[in-house]
């Protein structure tokens, strides 16, 4: 692994199913994020975590969930998927919280039918 | 609240300049990004500023002036390949960064 991974890359996913999104870097940075990106609209913030052990809720968390087990991963979890959840979704890490640059991942494209 | 406001799309020639402007609001500062992103790709970093002034790396360059809320990001000697959106993104109080919707780059021979 070099970098930041996500899987899958692309799903299509029928209206309240589960679905777990998964990230992981192998750059030991503490601080991890997951964004959307829908048209027209910026990268919103769903959740974050600053070390291992440790989550916090961005700017759009409803029905979204995240552990953070070990530095490594950061998995996204949608306890039962909705069409408006429909989007691109990048998970990124950073050395730490502040200041420092966020390398993000490749993607996955949700389509929640 | 928090806010970035950049034009949704500029147009430019080969080999010109291209100034891309961001205004911003947010609450506290720690500092702006910008960030390139090509079509289908993850947004990969370009620049950051935390003091006033301009910050030149190579082709591109970024001007901050905290006081008036205002940045920009200058492409020389536009390529194709840059061809690309690119974010303005401050950094908040809570060290949380606020993406603005991206300015898309149109580059013709």
């Known amino acids: 692994i070099a970098g930041i991974t996500q899987a899958p890359t692309s799903q299509i996913l029928a209206a309240g199913r589960r679905m777990t999104l998964r990230c992981t870097q192998d750059?030991?940075?503490?601080?991890m994020y997951w964004y959307r990106q829908d048209l027209g609209l910026g990268l919103r913030l769903i959740h974050y975590?600053?070390?291992?052990?440790?989550?916090g809720k961005g700017e759009v968390p409803d029905g979204y969930s995240v552990s953070r087990a070990n530095t490594d991963d950061f998995p996204l979890t949608l306890a039962s998927a909705v069409p408006s959840q429909t989007s691109v979704y990048f998970c990124?890490?950073?050395?730490?919280?502040?200041?420092?640059?966020?390398?993000f991942g490749p993607g996955t494209r949700l389509t929640v039918l | 609240g928090q806010n970035i406001d950049q034009p949704t799309e500029m147009t430019a020639t080969e080999g010109a300049i291209v100034q891309i402007n961001c205004t911003y609001q947010?609450?506290?500062?720690?500092?702006l990004f910008w960030y390139q992103q090509h079509a289908g790709e993850a947004p990969t970093f370009l620049s950051y500023?935390?003091l006033d002034g301009l910050e030149e790396k190579g082709r591109f360059s970024s001007f901050l002036s905290r006081s008036k809320g205002y940045s920009y990001l200058l492409l020389k000697e536009l390529q194709m390949k840059d061809s690309a959106s690119y974010l303005c993104?401050?950094?908040?109080?809570?060290?949380?960064?606020?993406w603005g919707a991206g300015t898309k780059l149109i580059i013709k021979p």
């Open positions: 750059m030991r940075h503490n601080a």
């Open positions: 947010t609450s506290g500062f720690n500092g």
């Open positions: 500023n935390v």
């Open positions: 993104a401050p950094m908040d109080s809570n060290y949380q960064l606020i």
């Open positions: 990124a890490s950073s050395p730490d919280s502040a200041y420092n640059e966020q390398f």
């Open positions: 975590s600053n070390t291992a052990g440790t989550t």
